[in-house]
């Protein structure tokens, strides 16, 4: 098969998305189907890119640092999609490149699979405080783009029935994302290389390390595991908590560390590269995350693989790896956290059993097993012959020149005080977009 992947984020970004579309990229070419990736490009961008990933021209996304917004397809792009004769686009974003795989989709008449990864009503908080998108847009949007779509992907039956809530009524297909355990395994580190990192970051030997590694934003609930700190100081006065990730709330969080009076205690590394992940899950003495905002919760599986115990936030995305006290540990409130932490951290018994077990437990959630999953619907679709109906694209232009391309991302404020019209061209291509099947 040859398989269009359509995604706004995507590596060097660092975040579940990205890890779940470059796992199933892979898993699929192993197979032996042609899998191309479209996504915006980012000024982290490396030199030498993975093969068979296209960068869309972009801008910075006005109201969250480090992400880009898609602008319209380049004439070299739009021509050599054409020649790639897909046989599935797979969107897994809701925006400028779920929008443009959706366009491609009705203007060629390929079947379109979507991943619902994000529970967006928890984050309209980032678009002037709320004050613009409600939470009721962000479902009514989600339904929207569910329903255009041949088949929607959930993680986790949690996602599946907030969408069927929200009134999707596209088939829905609950296939877990699967993670490749061997990427995180401690026997790829050695103990002295985990050691050097320890000392890079002024740790000890056997400081005791909270770890949280992911996305830095307000709907992680970062601050819970901060505020549990100084309980666990009491008892454990040279415990330290290192955060690994970059988001806008990373500012937050360090002035409340300093308003507890812990900031010496805790370490921001900032974002660090796909292939230094494994090596900083194993700072960890145990990983511990408050989030109830995922629809998986892939870091948890992460640390798991890693052989980290796991503390997290009682959720239904989660309760499919994590038994309490088996496979992890999950509390209620927030004040059960400090004492949990220090169970974990200083009774040797429990931290092996949970680290064994974990480790156990993710070789269910195998990149193989997700990856056939995946093909079979892939197969199912094309051999039902359901397809949308082929529809001409509109009378204006899908593709810009490279010159147009620089002029927009030069002067983003033309964007700003809508000088640049590309939302109301956005908004001719709404009547394509609903064309389905």
Known sequence: MNIGIFSDTYYPQLNGVATSIRTLAAGLRKKGHNVYIFTPWDPRTPEVDEPDVFRIP????????????????????????RSMHLDIIHTQTEFSLGFFGKFISTTQGIPMVHTYHTMYEDYVHYIAGGHIISQEMAREYSKFFCNATTDVIAPTKKTEDLLQSYGVTT?????????????????????????ALRHALGLEKDTPVVLSLGRVAKEKSID??????????????????????????????????????????????????????????????????ASVSETQGLTFAEAMAAGIPVIAKDDP??????????????????????????????????????????????????AEAFCTCVESLY???????????????????????????????????????????????????????????
């Open 58 to 81: 972009s801008m910075p996304f006005l109201f969250l640092k480090n992400y880009r917004a898609g602008l319209l397809c380049p004439p070299h792009l739009a021509k050599k999609i």
């Open 171 to 195: 088939p829905i297909s609950v296939i877990p994302t699967g993670i490749d355990t061997s990427h995180f395994s401690r026997e790829n580190f050695s103990t002295e290389e985990i050691l």
């Open 224 to 289: 819970t595991v901060l505020k549990a700190m100084p309980a666990l100081l009491e008892k454990l006065p040279n415990a330290k908590m290192i955060i690994v990730g970059e988001g806008p709330e990373k500012e937050n969080l360090g002035v409340l560390a300093k308003n507890l009076g812990i900031e010496e205690h805790i370490i921001f590394t900032g974002g660090r590269p796909w292939a230094e992940i494994g090596k900083y899950y194993q700072l960890g003495d145990v990983f511990c995350s």
């Open 317 to 366: 995305c989660i309760q499919n790896i994590i038994d309490h006290r088996k496979t992890g540990l999950l509390f209620e409130v927030a004040e059960a956290l400090p004492d949990l932490l220090y169970q974990v951290l200083t009774d040797a018994s429990l931290h092996s059993g949970l680290s064994a077990a974990g480790m156990e437990k993710m070789k269910e959630l195998s």
């Open 379 to 437: 197969e199912k679709i094309l051999e039902s012959g359901i397809r949308p109906e082929k529809v001409s694209p509109p009378a204006i232009p899908l593709v810009i020149g490279a010159k147009a391309v620089k002029k927009i991302t030069k002067f983003p404020r033309r964007f700003v005080e809508n000088k640049f019209h590309y939302p109301k061209q956005l908004a001719k291509f709404l009547p394509y977009f609903n064309k389905f099947k």
